[in-house]
């Protein structure tokens, strides 16, 4: 299971965009990046889920480049309420069943 | 969102006692899941289940037992439980078991340990 590194915390200002970079230097060909985010006392909720280039939908974008070692996840003017723990995983079916590994995630504070 | 409910959704009890948290999920989906999130830690998978057969037991102290009598329903039997087991415990479902499936999580129960 490809290991995900992230910055440990983030802060941004109302109406900026932020941008959140993950690390995953070993991801293997059938790894697919998902994006997850986490309000405090509540579980993570899915953002955004892709497997290269760029993926768009209501809530952020994500980059991930052409050797796929890297994904950013990009909130468009973020608001105070933006402000979560982001979580990176990378990781598909292995053949002794899968492990879903949580890393630390990126704690954004949004400031007014 | 409801398609994931948990209950209690806070619970308190001592180290003798027995007790179960109780996971329902009403979107058709085929996995559950049982994660323990402690204070200031990640996310830790304890027990996967697909179509009700448990695929995955992450070293889980026997003290916490999972039940799973249909695809819907997710159960974890707690017992004689230590003061470290005080956690948020979160309960997920998805299609079917893989990281590339998107798990819709639960509100969580908040457990603490006396």
């Known amino acids: 299971l490809a290991k995900t590194t992230q910055p440990i915390s983030m802060d941004s200002y109302e109406g900026q965009e932020v941008n959140i970079t993950c690390s995953h230097n070993?991801?293997?060909?059938?790894?697919?990046i998902t994006w997850y985010q986490q309000f405090p006392s509540q579980g993570p909720r899915f953002i955004i889920q892709g497997y290269k280039t760029k993926v768009t939908n209501e809530v952020a974008s994500l980059f991930i480049p052409a050797d796929r070692k890297s994904s950013t996840l990009s909130l468009p003017r973020v608001s105070l309420s933006d402000t979560a723990v982001y979580y990176c995983l990378v990781g598909d079916i292995g053949t002794g069943g899968f492990k879903t590994i949580f890393g630390a995630g990126t704690r954004l504070f949004v400031k007014a | 969102e409801t398609g994931v409910t948990q209950t209690p959704r806070h619970l308190v009890m001592g180290m003798t006692n027995k007790k179960s948290l109780k996971c329902e999920q009403h979107l058709g989906h085929n996995a559950m899941y049982w994660y323990k999130q402690s204070a200031k830690k990640p996310l830790e998978l304890m027990f996967v289940?697909?179509?009700?057969?448990?695929?995955e037991n992450n070293s889980v102290p026997s003290r916490f037992s999972p039940e799973c009598p249909n695809s819907s329903h997710l159960f974890l039997h707690l017992h004689t439980l230590q003061p470290e087991d005080s956690a948020l415990y979160l309960c997920?479902?998805?299609?079917?078991?893989?990281?590339?499936?998107?798990?819709?999580f639960g509100p969580g129960t908040r457990l603490l340990v006396l």
């Open positions: 997920a479902s998805s299609q079917l078991p893989g990281h590339q499936e998107t798990q819709y």
């Open positions: 289940y697909n179509f009700k057969e448990q695929t």
């Open positions: 070993n991801i293997a060909t059938n790894d697919y």
